[in-house]
T-cell receptor, first 112, second 115 residues
Framework: GENVEQHPSTLSVQEGDSAVIKCTYSDSASNYFPWYKQELGKGPQLIIDIRSNVGEKKDQRIAVTLNKTAKHFSLHITETQPEDSAVYFCAASTDTGNQFYFGTGTSLTVIP | GAVVSQHPSRVICKSGTSVKIECRSLDFQATTMFWYRQFPKQSLMLMATSNEGSKATYEQGVEKDKFLINHASLTLSTLTVTSAHPEDSSFYIC???????????FGSGTQLSVL
């Protein structure tokens, strides 16, 4: 089955700096890669996603890149703000299955 | 994005009682719903996958008789924790997808505390 690894587990950055979270996956059949933000006591919220036919996608301060050959994808947050502090999860999924495989999460702290 | 409503957000119950958690897709029909359990500072642990009108598929190690899942309609799935015990205390989260291939949206979670 699919195995998704996520690094780092914790990340602290100064406000205004950039943050990068990386994930790798094992199943070459995976073709959909969403990223979720989870605030304390709440459910995960989809913030950006990318499909395997695209190498990069950007939405304002957040972007996701995908390297299919190396089987890794990354979340980039620029100009970080304190409200970006949360736990971020990456995930991988395929069209053939009905499952999403999640990374172990990254706790991001943006220091004002 | 699509909205998934989960209730209650928090429940405290006595040991031995049963607790029902509801998960509704408000603006789309969810052919598949997933139930997760999450311990503090840990990732999401998939408990079961439910498809409308059929029996849920449970992950290995999850007791079917303990965690009853019903997906009676395309917009509603319920998780009932039967005869709850303190070790069942956890954060439970539902999610729903459209057509099994599309985006996955999560409910707001339910914090269950069993005394």
């Amino acid at each position: 089955g699919e195995n998704v690894e996520q690094h780092p587990s914790t990340l602290s950055v100064q406000e205004g700096d950039s943050a990068v979270i990386k994930c790798t996956y094992s199943d070459s059949a995976s073709n959909y890669f969403p990223w979720y933000k989870q605030e304390l006591g709440k459910g995960p919220q989809l913030i950006i996603d990318i499909r395997s036919n695209v190498g990069e996608k950007k939405d304002q301060r957040i972007a996701v890149t995908l390297n299919k050959t190396a089987k890794h994808f990354s979340l980039h947050i620029t100009e970080t703000q304190p409200e970006d502090s949360a736990v971020y999860f990456c995930a991988a999924s395929t069209d053939t299955g009905n499952q999403f495989y999640f990374g172990t999460g990254t706790s991001l702290t943006v220091i004002p | 994005g699509a909205v998934v409503s989960q209730h209650p957000s928090r429940v405290i119950c006595k040991s031995g009682t049963s607790v029902k958690i509801e998960c509704r897709s408000l603006d789309f029909q969810a052919t598949t719903m997933f139930w997760y359990r999450q311990f503090p500072k840990q990732s999401l642990m998939l408990m079961a996958t439910s498809n409308e009108g059929s029996k849920a598929t449970y992950e290995q190690g999850v007791e079917k008789d303990k965690f009853l899942i019903n997906h009676a309609s395309l917009t509603l799935s319920t998780l009932t924790v039967t005869s709850a015990h303190p070790e069942d205390s956890s954060f439970y989260i539902c999610s729903a997808s459209v057509g099994g291939r599309e985006k996955l949206f999560f409910g707001s979670g339910t914090q269950l505390s069993v005394l």
